[in-house]
C-alpha cells in the first residue's frame, strides 16, 4: 500500500503519482539510491541508473519512455553553457521537480553530503547549492559528452523555457540576479582557458539572456521561434 502523498505537493502528473513514496509522502524518483534495506538516499543516484537512462531512453524522473522532446531542469549556469549534469526526463516530470524539490525551493538550501554510502554516487558538475532560479528547458535533441566522473549532457536549442524560482514561476529580476550571480565563476574559468574561450562565453551570455522571461517565467527565445 502505497504511503500517503504529503501535502501541498504541485503539478502532479500520473507518472508522479504512481511512483513509490518515502515515509514523509514525497514520491520517489527513478533516479534515487536505495539501501539493503529499500530506504531511498534522495542525494544520490542508483548504480547504473544514468547509463540505462541513456541506453533506453528512459525519463529520469519516472523511469518511463521519453517521447519526442526531452526536458531539463538546469540552472542559470548551465542555461549559459547548455550542459546539464542530468539526463533528460519528460516535461511533466520536470515542472514537478522544479516546483517540488526542497533543494531547488528553498533558497538556503546546500547538499548534505555527509555519510553518503560508499555504492552511491552524485554527478559530475552537481550545484552544492540552491542556484536561486531553474529553467525547465524543453528540447528536441542532446549529446553525451565523457568527463572525469560520469557524463555531461550538452542540451539542444530550446522550443520553450520556463523558469521558477521557490518553487513558483520566476519574475524577471529573479532570474537576472541568479544568472548575474553565478556569471563570475564562469568568466573565472573562461579566462583561465584563454583569450578564446572568453569570446566563446560572451556569445553564449547573450544568447542565454535572450531566454529571460519578460514576465511569468515563461519564454521562447528568439533563437527558438
Avoid at 102 to 125: A, D, I, K, S, V
Avoid at 168 to 182: H, L, T
Amino acid at each position: 500500500m502505497l504511503q500517503k502523498l504529503r501535502p501541498g505537493l504541485r503539478n502532479l502528473s500520473d507518472r508522479i503519482k504512481h511512483l513509490p513514496r518515502d515515509h514523509r509522502g514525497y514520491p520517489v524518483p527513478w533516479f534515487v539510491y536505495r539501501d539493503v534495506h529499500g530506504v531511498a538516499d534522495f542525494r544520490i543516484i542508483g548504480p547504473g541508473k544514468v547509463e540505462l537512462a541513456i541506453k533506453r531512453d528512459l525519463c529520469w524522473v519516472c523511469g518511463t519512455k521519453l517521447a519526442r522532446h526531452k526536458t531539463f531542469v538546469i540552472g542559470p549556469m548551465c542555461a549559459i553553457n547548455r550542459v546539464s549534469a542530468e539526463p533528460p526526463m519528460h516535461k511533466s516530470c520536470a515542472t514537478f521537480a522544479a516546483t517540488n524539490c526542497p533543494f531547488l525551493t528553498m533558497p538556503r538550501m546546500r547538499r548534505n553530503t555527509n555519510e553518503l554510502p560508499p555504492e552511491g554516487y552524485t554527478l559530475e558538475g552537481a550545484q552544492p547549492h540552491n542556484p536561486g532560479a531553474v529553467v525547465v528547458w524543453i528540447t528536441r535533441s542532446y549529446t553525451v559528452t565523457p568527463v572525469e566522473r560520469g557524463v555531461l549532457f550538452r542540451i539542444g536549442e530550446p522550443e520553450e523555457v520556463r523558469w521558477f524560482a521557490n518553487g513558483r514561476a520566476a519574475e524577471r529580476g529573479e532570474v537576472i540576479e541568479a544568472m548575474e550571480k553565478g556569471m563570475p565563476v564562469l568568466i573565472d574559468i573562461a579566462q583561465r582557458e584563454g583569450e578564446e574561450s572568453v569570446r566563446k562565453l560572451m556569445q553564449q551570455i547573450v544568447i542565454a539572456r535572450r531566454l529571460i522571461p519578460a514576465r511569468g517565467g515563461s519564454n521562447v527565445g528568439e533563437d527558438a521561434a
